[in-house]
């Protein structure tokens, strides 16, 4: 444990999402992607009446900004964020300032999902958005939920992005093998650290453009093509797969989740449909593989795909 009792494991995780989520503000198609998503009430199986007046719990929050728009939007009437420190505070606070979100329908809170500094059946609606899968444990995992259980006030709602159910092998080898390479080889970890869509850009294009002497078949309209490939979007998500040190997803699925929350009393234990991510980098071929799983290929490249599941307190 380090300063403030935080382990240097829930330190350096903070520390690296805090410095990724400043490309949202850095370039808006990034977090308007992740808004629109937030922002559609099927994303958390809902109705659109039910956020009117409601208090939200956003536990792990980050200093992203879309959800507490969303919700804000979507007729919340108070937003408490909580995350690990302080420092992720003046970013959150800038980019709601920037959204005209009143300071009366917020409050900014440190702490750990390991103790929520708050009394049992605090919030009608306690989201969590892919903070589970980055606690030093399953147990940690665990013991979070019972902490999300406890503050949710009865017959409120728990939203989690869990983890990964039965998962293909993009996400049980070819990730992993990435993640290690990371932590093996300076070179490369000097190169994702370092990563921008300029530099993989140019990287890219050096090396078509002599391929194009030898394979006449390449178009030279490639090259332009080519500059939409990786852009700060791409890098983020390539620095959040890589860098983030402990990655749960493929233990919390499902199952894993659903029968905590049955024994923590809470019924219609459901997972949210998946719903379709429209991308402009080069996940724009991949996207269509991860939505529909019905052909052989998709799924085993990746299995029954990201758990978020919505439940309700008895
Ligand atoms: C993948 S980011 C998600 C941020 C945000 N929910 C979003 O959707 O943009 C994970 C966040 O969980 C936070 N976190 C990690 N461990 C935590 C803990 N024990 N308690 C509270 N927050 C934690 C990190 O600091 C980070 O901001």
């Known amino acids: 444990m380090g300063a ?35 922002l559609d009430p099927k994303s958390y199986d809902l109705p659109k009446e039910f956020f009117a007046g409601k208090s ?34 003046p970013e959150l606070e800038k980019v709601m300032k920037e959204h005209g979100i009143p300071d009366s329908a917020l409050s900014y809170r440190e702490g750990s999902t390991a103790a929520l500094p708050f009394a049992d059946e605090s919030f009608d609606f306690v989201a969590s958005n892919g903070v589970l899968m980055h606690l030093e444990s399953a147990i940690e995992a665990e013991k979070a939920l019972c902490e999300l259980a406890r503050v949710t006030k009865k017959g409120g709602l728990i939203y989690a992005y869990a983890g990964i159910s039965s998962p293909g092998i993009v996400d049980r080898y070819i990730v992993p093998a990435l993640r290690k390479a990371y932590q093996e080889d300076s070179d490369f970890r000097q190169y994702i650290d370092n990563i921008t869509p300029e530099q993989v850009t140019s990287d ?11 394979d006449k078949s390449f178009p030279p309209s490639l090259q332009g093509y080519i500059q939409t490939l990786f852009t700060l979007d791409s890098a983020t998500f390539t620095q959040n797969m890589l860098q983030v040190p402990v990655q749960l997803g493929t233990v919390l699925g499902f199952d894993w989740i659903k029968d905590k929350l049955d024994r923590l009393g809470f019924k219609n234990i459901r997972r949210v449909p998946e719903k379709y991510w429209v991308r402009s980098d080069y996940r724009k071929f991949l996207a269509p593989l991860h939505y ?8 085993l490249l990746y299995g029954d795909g990201h758990v978020k599941v919505v439940a309700e307190k008895l």
């Open 56 to 89: 939200v719990l956003d536990a792990g929050c980050g200093n992203t900004g879309y959800f507490q728009v969303a919700m804000h939007a979507l007729g919340a009437s108070h937003i408490t964020c909580l995350d690990l420190g302080t420092e992720w505070m």
């Open 292 to 299: 529909n799983r019905d052909t052989r290929l998709s799924k």
């Open 4 to 38: 403030k009792g935080y382990s240097d494991l829930q330190k350096r995780t903070k520390e690296i999402y805090i410095e990724q989520h400043k490309n949202y503000s850095r370039d808006k198609s990034i977090f308007n992607r992740f808004l629109a998503v937030a």
């Open 204 to 214: 890219l294009l050096t090396c078509f453009s002599s391929a194009q002497e030898f």
